[in-house]
């Protein structure tokens, strides 16, 4: 062979290389289904966390990564009708928010891996086995490290206003594990001395009564389960509680700052972000049966004193001082 031609041939084929390269068919980009109750404008710090979250491991929307966002804008009866979209497009993951949704999904897929971004008693709710052991296709994060909690935050709210002495649970009995709840506020308000009242909303449309039984049994403070329906709602919901006169404490800081009186809870936003450690490593073919479900290690305790003194309380110091963070 003539060198020359044997030197051109060479060239060339070192220069088509990267053509040829990216000629190659790219592999399927994987598709994240993402359903919650509420509405987009409500949880949209939630799917901005999540896409975060993705975004830090390598996952850049459009690129290497689809997100299928949907929304049940604040009616439970169209999540199996969601789901159902999401399982016929065969996405990947699925990343869901809140136990109507978790329910939702466990009854419509048993192969496609689900990743709980919250979670309200997965084991009680029969979700899942075990925390340490989910099996199934079901993993992802827990809300609460124990269905006590919520009988925390009744003890915070009697600290902020000691004169309380009969309470109302504000709460939905519809989602699976609801009563777990329900029965740990209960308890903490006999060992409190406190008489409990038990409130249920099922739909938004419902808040205007049940503030009006608050009152009309003379309850004098509420504690407001974390739900679809009360989240999606929480600006109607603390407008009611302070034209009620009513202080009121919730499970998550986004009531708070919707001008509630105060909240203790984790930090759902960041339960978002750090669910997207779960879908990468599903996607990089861990099973979701063999990821333990994550609980919290921190609670946030944020106080709003623009309520609290519309409210004419006092907040004392001390729990002032144990905040993380305080509305002026």
């Given at each position: ?149 919520i009988g925390k935050n009744l003890a915070l ?172």
């Amino acid at each position: 062979m003539d060198r020359r031609v044997f030197i051109s041939g060479m060239t060339l084929s070192l220069l088509a290389a990267p053509l040829a390269a990216e000629a190659q068919p790219v592999g399927k980009v994987p598709r994240i289904g993402v359903i919650v109750t509420a509405t987009r404008p409500e949880t949209e710090h939630l799917i901005k966390a999540l896409s975060e979250g993705l975004r830090e491991l390598g996952y850049v929307e459009g690129r290497n990564v689809m997100l299928e966002l949907r929304f049940a804008e604040g009616r439970q009866e169209r999540l199996p009708g969601l789901v159902a979209e999401l399982v016929q497009l065969k996405v990947d993951v699925l990343v869901t928010g809140s136990n109507p949704v978790i329910a939702a999904v466990k009854q419509a897929t048993a192969t496609i891996p689900v990743v709980m971004a919250v979670s309200r008693d997965p084991v009680g709710a029969k979700f899942i086995p075990s925390l340490a052991r989910p099996g199934g296709n079901i993993t992802g994060l827990a809300n609460d490290s124990a269905p006590e909690i919520i009988g925390k935050n009744l003890a915070l709210l009697k600290e902020a206003a000691p004169r309380i002495s009969r309470v109302a649970f504000l709460w939905n009995p519809v989602p699976p594990g609801a009563d777990t709840s329900r029965n740990a506020v209960e308890s903490a308000a006999r060992n409190l001395g406190i008489a409990f009242q038990s409130v249920e909303v099922r739909g938004r449309n419902e808040f205007e009564g049940a503030f009006a039984a608050m009152v009309r049994e003379r309850a004098d403070g509420v504690v407001v389960a974390q739900d679809p329906v009360t989240f999606g709602s929480r600006s109607q919901v603390a407008l009611l509680a302070a034209r009620s006169r009513l202080p009121a404490v919730y499970g998550v800081k986004e009531f708070a700052e919707a001008g509630g009186l105060m909240s203790y809870g984790p930090n759902i936003a960041d339960q978002f972000r750090r669910a997207a450690i779960y879908v990468d490593k599903i996607l990089k073919g861990e099973k979701a049966a063999d990821l333990p479900v994550e609980q919290p290690t921190k609670f946030e305790l944020v106080v709003n004193l623009k309520t609290a003194k519309a409210l004419g309380l006092t907040i004392p110091p001390s729990l002032l001082q144990r905040a993380d963070q305080v509305i002026e």
